[in-house]
């Protein structure tokens, strides 16, 4: 598979540093607290509206639920195979690794990233606590993947993208760590207009 041919979609005036730090403090935030944060269903109950698997959500710990804020089910889009090696990009507290770790099964292993280090620590304490140990967790400063080229199966993502002022890098990042052949899993917001002009130039936009 060759890389698409990607624009640089950086259109923003926003330094990327900026964006960063809000997204930084939006999603510290979030880890300790989700109430009033977002204007869509999130937690367990955003959990069951996205139609994930009730069994697995009645088996989750409930840390990993507090704080998720996913926007779709990444696993309605294609199937997790036993045995094989799946990256979350952006894991947030670890209700998606949950949920591949318990489809991939003992022989599989997940593997997070976050870029804000609340959210890693708390998804590495909820995954603890839920028992995985099928899991890898590494905080992230940047858009560079910290694995070998051609390591994983699937890359699984959920509201992450959106919030990614680089994304040709994010993109080039994930197809240089999947295996020819593999699969994404994207669940994502888009915008379908341009954005008027005070939220175009705020960095907390972008988190919103
Ligand atoms: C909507 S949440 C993800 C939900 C998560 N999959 C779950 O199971 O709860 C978005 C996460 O992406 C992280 N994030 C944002 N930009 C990122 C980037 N460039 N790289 C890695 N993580 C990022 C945020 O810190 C936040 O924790």
Excluded at 31 to 43: D, I
Excluded at 102 to 107: D, I, N, S
Excluded at 164 to 190: S, T, Y
Aim: with cysteine; charged share 20%.
């Amino acid at each position: 598979m060759q890389p698409a041919a990607c624009q640089d979609d950086d259109r923003s005036p926003v330094a990327v540093q900026n964006i960063r730090a809000a997204i930084r403090a939006k999603y510290d935030a979030v880890a300790v607290s989700l109430s009033g944060k977002f204007s869509y269903p999130t937690g367990q109950e955003g959990a069951m509206q996205l139609g994930y698997d009730p069994a697995l959500i009645a088996l989750a710990h409930p840390g990993l639920l507090e704080s998720f804020c996913g926007v779709g089910n990444p696993f309605s889009l294609g199937r997790l195979l036993p045995g094989q090696r799946v990256l979350d990009f952006g894991c947030g507290a670890g209700f998606d690794m949950f949920v591949a770790s318990r489809l991939v099964g003992p022989g599989g292993t997940v593997y997070g990233i976050d870029l804000t280090a609340k959210m890693a620590q708390r998804a590495a304490e909820n995954l603890a606590r839920a028992g995985i140990t099928n899991c890898v967790i590494r905080q992230v400063d940047t858009d560079i993947i910290p694995w070998r080229d051609d390591f994983f199966d699937v890359v699984i993502s959920n509201g992450v993208l959106n919030l990614c002022p680089e994304k040709p890098q994010c993109f080039r990042e994930i197809h240089r760590v999947i295996k020819p052949g593999g699969q994404l899993l994207f669940a994502d917001v888009i915008l379908t207009k341009e954005l008027p002009a005070h939220l175009a130039a705020s960095a907390e936009a972008w988190s919103h």
